[in-house]
Nanobody, 121 residues
Framework: QVQLMESGGGLVQAGGSLRLSCAAS????????MGWYRQAPGKQRELVAT???????NYGDFVKGRFTISRDNAKNTVALQMNSLKPEDTAAYYC???????????????WGQGTQVTVSS
């Protein structure tokens, strides 16, 4: 009933930039927080960045000022601008949203399908 659709992944050389976008659609009630996580082969999924509806952000320690998360509450979208990319940033990046669904009780944590980011050295 609610879907998250990611876009913007791809192949980039080290030092380059990519911008990921995620749009939530469907029977959305309220989106409390949106964010990005990543998972490299053989590793656990880890936090990249999150942003609340009020604009409070949280970043993984490895980001070190290279990435910026932003959100458009009116459009139910979240974006991740990634600069100074490194080969170790190579991973599948997943959009996440904590939200309520119209007509359903409680809050839900939904995931997108993921978009691959590959950084070559």
């Amino acid at each position: 009933q609610v879907q998250l659709m990611e876009s913007g992944g791809g192949l980039v050389q080290a030092g380059g930039s990519l911008r990921l976008s995620c749009a939530a659609s469907g029977r959305i009630g309220t989106i409390y927080a949106m964010g990005w996580y990543r998972q490299a082969p053989g590793k656990q999924r880890e936090l990249v960045a999150t942003i609340t509806s009020g604009g409070r952000t949280n970043y993984g320690d490895f980001v070190k000022g290279r990435f910026t998360i932003s959100r458009d509450n009116a459009k139910n979208t979240v974006a991740l601008q990634m600069n100074s990319l490194k080969p170790e940033d190579t991973a599948a990046y997943y959009c996440n949203a904590d939200l309520s669904i119209s007509g359903k009780l409680g809050s839900w944590s939904l995931w997108g399908q993921g978009t691959q980011v590959t950084v070559s050295s």
